[in-house]
């Protein structure tokens, strides 16, 4: 007597595809949180920055890194770490931003200038360990000319599709036009490179999230 071989029903089979479905669904949802959650941490590490800045002008009448008597009216700043006050924060300067903005108590951290150097002790990073820099300067892409600005950089090793989505929510989605670019800065390490990073065959130019590079960089300009 032959044994009689048993197959899935069409109910087990759509049960099962059901399930594979959820699964996949709660995966891709899941990885939507976490691109989300990171895009805001951006976001609210650059504009905590930036509200410190403002209000270091505010308090001091003088831009941080750039503060000539900081050593005198800021608690811990050395007087190796007095910038020269003439409006633009420069050089070294772009170090001794986070000693004055740490020290003053508008940015969370300690952090100690030294001449030349960016390091965890010196700059505080992104979230993906890429140094920031707040500086004057055109290390931003344009379109045309870029002409200096103070801005702050994201640092590297960025996704480029979360740069894309901050870009998005912030600004105008032009990684070479608006207030938040694409920028070639290092901090130390690899530069990204705008080939990899920027989409320059749409018009205007678009982040090039198809390639999903991992290691770009922006700068919020003010």
Same mark, same amino acid.
């Given at each position: 007597?032959?044994?009689?071989?048993? /197959? %899935?029903? +069409? #109910?087990?089979?759509?049960?099962? +595809?059901?399930?594979?479905?959820?699964l996949?669904?709660?995966v891709?949802?899941?990885?939507?949180?976490?691109?989300?959650?990171?895009?805001? $941490?951006?976001?609210?590490?650059?504009?905590?920055?930036?509200? @410190?800045?403002?209000? %270091?002008?505010?308090?001091?009448?003088a831009?941080?890194?750039?503060?000539?008597? =900081?050593?005198?009216?800021?608690?811990?700043?050395?007087?190796?770490?007095?910038?020269?006050?003439?409006?633009? #924060? +420069? /050089?070294?300067?772009?170090?001794?931003?986070?000693?004055?903005?740490?020290?003053?108590?508008?940015i $969370?951290?300690?952090?100690? %200038?030294? =001449?030349?150097?960016v390091?965890?002790?010196?700059?505080?990073?992104?979230?993906?360990?890429?140094?920031?820099?707040?500086?004057?300067?055109d290390?931003?892409?344009? @379109?045309?000319?870029?002409?200096?600005?103070?801005?702050?950089?994201?640092?590297?090793?960025?996704?480029?599709n979360?740069?894309?989505?901050?870009?998005?929510k912030?600004?105008d989605? $032009?990684p070479?036009?608006? @207030?938040?670019?694409?920028?070639?800065?290092?901090?130390?390490?690899?530069?990204?490179?705008?080939?990899?990073?920027?989409?320059?065959?749409?018009?205007?130019?678009?982040?090039?999230?198809?390639?999903?590079?991992?290691?770009?960089?922006? =700068?919020?300009? %003010?």
């Amino acid at each position: 007597m032959k044994n009689r071989q048993q /197959g %899935f029903t +069409l #109910i087990e089979i759509a049960i099962v +595809l059901v399930i594979i479905g959820l699964l996949l669904g709660g995966v891709l949802k899941g990885q939507e949180l976490i691109t989300s959650a990171r895009v805001r $941490n951006m976001i609210s590490q650059q504009d905590g920055i930036k509200a @410190a800045y403002f209000g %270091f002008l505010d308090r001091y009448r003088a831009l941080p890194g750039d503060y000539a008597v =900081a050593s005198t009216n800021i608690k811990g700043v050395a007087a190796t770490a007095n910038g020269n006050g003439d409006g633009q #924060i +420069l /050089g070294d300067e772009a170090i001794m931003v986070w000693d004055h903005l740490s020290h003053a108590g508008f940015i $969370n951290g300690s952090y100690v %200038f030294t =001449a030349g150097t960016v390091n965890d002790t010196t700059t505080p990073k992104n979230p993906y360990a890429g140094y920031l820099q707040l500086i004057y300067d055109d290390v931003y892409s344009d @379109a045309g000319t870029a002409s200096k600005r103070h801005n702050l950089k994201t640092g590297i090793q960025v996704p480029v599709n979360i740069l894309a989505e901050v870009d998005r929510k912030v600004d105008d989605g $032009n990684p070479q036009g608006g @207030a938040f670019r694409f920028s070639v800065y290092a901090g130390g390490a690899t530069a990204p490179t705008a080939a990899t990073c920027i989409d320059t065959t749409t018009t205007p130019a678009s982040w090039k999230v198809s390639g999903e590079e991992n290691n770009c960089g922006a =700068a919020s300009i %003010f």
